[in-house]
């Protein structure tokens, strides 16, 4: 089948719901509690990015995920269930509330299709432990968010899926499918993604300078001895003399960086959303990819400045040794729980429009049995955001960072029926609201870090979400030194 119309697809699934309704209507009154009912059709192509645009003030909890160089896009609105967990313990909480809920559900999945059966958008805070700062409310230390509705395409086939609760008494079926029509009405809709005409007011959190004492101050500490990496991030604050519009954001992202894991999730009136670079890891079957991904040079501007730059960043002892640090901790950390784990010999070149980095693919094969979350509670965080050894460095950064991470640099990415998801390290993003984002980016520092270049390195980083969010030319430089320089102010 190459795909129906969304009418003939609505009256397919209406029909499929109804029938597997009355069953888990039976199972919950066995139970005692309520059963997910989760039906996927195939659809005629269409682009999900334009269903998340079409849900603004519509539904409250949109998601967007994407990597657009695979083709794989979706889209989720609603929430036909969600869960929400705080502390340390937060990705076993989450794990073991979205093994109960799918455990007994009643699923209707062509296994052929993208992102088929129930299918649960994920964030967690960097670290629960940290100073809550308040900009981050909604956005929960762990969230799993089920959609009502959910479209996705892997660039060839395009499914549709809908999801609902049946409790043991009541059946609430008819509101989740009268919502979940109300939502599957917008995916007729068209969307082209508007012109984005900012005018941006950028400002540090911090006030100027601080940023780079800070930076010698971990210099100092690792020279001492104590600690070998430590990551760094500045939280720059825009604002917009126009709306700011998430979903023209998200476009422009997926057209200047192909190759990065493109996501969003809108609470209300706020969204996080970024195009991150770095997988943390994914797990197909028992298949296990995870990524080392640290050491940074800008891109040139002409080719053989460009391979220079590469060059140089390859053979760069400080940048190796920052890297090295965090493929050292993946490989232990995944050798604990996964057999045939394996390491690229040597790291290479990953370049994306704004910068280049240094890159190691890791592969191994999972216990069966094994979740996707059971790997990313091991890995978050890695030194590429955290740094070694992991306490003392989560330590020295609550005590000195001065700002609230929120779900920066923490696992962003998705879980599905059977436990198996990819996540995303969650950089190159921004907290945006209607008027004022928080744009954040990190470095990683060791003992031979200078804290200027750190600081022109999170710049470099910056500059992805902020042209998505429009700046132009002089709003690209967020430090008070390059503006100084350039005479801006
Ligand atoms: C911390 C960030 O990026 C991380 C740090 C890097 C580095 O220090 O070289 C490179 C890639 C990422 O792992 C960020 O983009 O905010």
Known sequence: MLGVSVATAALAQRARMEVLAEQARRRARRLGRSVLVSVTTE?????????????????????????????LAVAG????????????ERFALAAQAWRELVAHAEVAADPTLPFSGPMAAAGFAFDPDRPALGHWDGFADGLLLLPRLTLATDGQRTSLTVNGLVGPTTSSI??????????????GRTWRAPQIDAGLELRDALPPGVWRAM?????????????????????????????????????????????????????????????????LVSLQGRT????????????????????????????????????AVVTRMLLDALREVCADVVAAPEPTLM???????????????????????DLVARLHPTPALGGQPREAALAWIRQHERL??????????????????????????ALVGRYEASLFAGAGIV???????????????????????????????????????????
Do not use: C
């Not at 991904?293 to 920052?322: M, Y």
């Open 215 to 279: 930076v010698a101050a971990a210099v100092a500490e690792l020279r001492a001895g104590s600690l070998e990496k430590v990551v760094l991030a500045r939280e720059v604050r825009a604002r917009s003399q126009s709306p700011f519009d998430p979903a023209a954001t998200l476009e422009a992202l997926r057209r200047d960086y192909p190759d990065t894991f493109v996501f969003a999730l809108a609470r209300g009136g706020r969204t996080f959303l970024g195009a991150s670079p770095e997988r």
């Open 174 to 187: 008819q509101l989740h499918l009268a919502a979940a029509r109300r939502l599957r009405d917008l995916l």
């Open 447 to 489: 003992a031979a870090s200078d804290p200027e270049r750190e600081e022109r390195e999170t710049e470099i980083k910056l500059r992805a979400i902020l042209g998505a969010l429009g700046a132009r030319g002089a709003e690209m430089f967020t430090t008070e030194a390059q503006r100084t320089q350039r005479g801006l102010r």
């Open 288 to 323: 296990v990819a995870a990524s080392s991904l640290a050491g940074s040079a800008p891109r040139g501007s002409r080719p053989a400045e460009d391979a220079a730059l590469g060059q140089a960043l390859l053979a760069s002892p400080k940048d190796r040794v920052e890297h």
């Open 43 to 71: 659809l005629k192509p269409r682009d999900p990015l334009a269903l998340f645009a079409r849900g603004v003030g519509v539904t409250h909890n949109r998601l967007f995920w994407s990597r657009p160089a695979d083709g």
């Open 77 to 88: 609105l609603g929430a036909a269930w969600s869960f929400a967990a705080s502390g340390p």
């Open 351 to 373: 370049r994306l429009h704004n910068v280049q980095h240094l890159f190691t693919p890791l592969t191994a094969t999972a216990a069966s049995g094994t979740s996707i979350l």
């Open 404 to 429: 609230d991470r929120g779900w920066y640099g923490a696992p962003v990415g998705w879980i599905d029926a059977q436990g198996q998801g990819e996540f995303a390290v969650a950089i190159r993003s």
